[in-house]
């Protein structure tokens, strides 16, 4: 990992209920070590966050670890949701997993498509 992707994997925050649930998730589930967020072309936006639960890191993973909870994004990944917030919001309108993106110009009600 470059010295680029160490600055901005400290710009990416978990939020205290995103590592609650996560680290819930993950105990639930076998084998599994933690959730990998990924960007990927595509979606109604132009690009979507995908979430997978995995029971191994990659080379080119960054984690970042939180009461229990890791989160694993690539590199590529990484460079578009350098300075985002990873939260965990139950509310009215149901459970979801939500990315606060500074970079994001604009996003669609999914929830997890945006453009840059």
Same mark, same amino acid.
């Given at each position: 990992?470059?010295?680029?992707?160490?600055?901005?994997?400290?710009?990416?925050?978990?939020?205290?209920?995103?590592?609650?649930?996560?680290?819930?998730?993950?105990?639930?589930?076998?084998?599994?070590?933690?959730?990998?967020?990924?960007?990927?072309?595509?979606?109604?936006?132009?690009?979507?966050?995908?979430?997978?639960?995995?029971?191994?890191? *990659?080379?080119?993973?960054?984690?970042?670890?939180?009461?229990?909870?890791?989160?694993?994004?690539?590199?590529?990944?990484?460079?578009?949701?350098?300075?985002?917030?990873?939260?965990?919001?139950?509310?009215?309108?149901?459970?979801?997993?939500?990315?606060?993106?500074? *970079?994001?110009?604009?996003?669609?009600?999914?929830?997890?498509?945006?453009?840059?």
């Amino acid at each position: 990992m470059g010295a680029d992707a160490k600055t901005i994997m400290k710009n990416v925050e978990l939020s205290d209920s995103a590592a609650k649930r996560i680290a819930k998730i993950v105990a639930a589930e076998p084998g599994k070590i933690g959730l990998r967020i990924s960007v990927e072309g595509g979606g109604c936006s132009g690009f979507s966050y995908k979430f997978d639960l995995v029971s191994d890191r *990659n080379d080119d993973d960054v984690a970042i670890e939180k009461d229990g909870a890791i989160v694993l994004i690539d590199d590529l990944s990484l460079v578009y949701m350098g300075g985002s917030v990873i939260d965990f919001v139950d509310d009215l309108m149901g459970q979801s997993f939500q990315i606060r993106n500074p *970079n994001a110009v604009a996003s669609c009600g999914c929830g997890t498509s945006f453009s840059i």
